[in-house]
């Protein structure tokens, strides 16, 4: 079983940075593409952000583009998401979540097999 844990979320005002930290369990860690989803109030789980297992490959939802990056150190079993210029509209709860499939960097949430407990990201006027 594959345990991941986030951490870095909080309450930030308009234009701060966060970084969020997800620590994966396990020896496998190098071999999964990553990926950072979020879920608002009453909205649908979206993708974020994702990463393939060397990192080759990143991928982002259109609204962070030039604002987020999300990296990888295989030798800490972390991912990271490095959120800049936050905005109101980023609150959310942040999850980390791992695909098997290493090679590519999926936005279906269907793709992923693990997930994290989450993290509340707060961004305030």
């Known amino acids: 079983q594959v345990q991941l844990v986030e951490s870095g979320g909080g309450l930030v005002q308009t234009g701060d940075s966060l970084r969020l930290s997800c620590a994966t369990s396990?020896?496998?860690?190098?071999?999964?593409?990553m990926g950072w989803f979020r879920q608002a109030p009453g909205k649908e789980r979206d993708f974020v952000a994702g990463?393939?297992?060397?990192?080759?490959?990143?991928d982002y939802t259109d609204s962070v583009k030039g604002r987020f990056t999300i990296s990888r150190d295989n030798a800490k079993n972390t991912v990271y998401l490095q959120m800049n210029s936050l905005r109101p509209e980023d609150t959310a709860v942040y999850y980390c979540a791992a695909d098997l499939v290493g090679i590519r960097v999926a936005r279906d949430s269907s793709q992923y097999k693990y997930w994290g407990m989450g993290t509340q990201v707060t961004v305030s006027l």
């Open positions: 990463i393939s297992w060397n990192g080759g490959r990143t």
């Open positions: 396990g020896r496998t860690f190098s071999t999964y593409a």
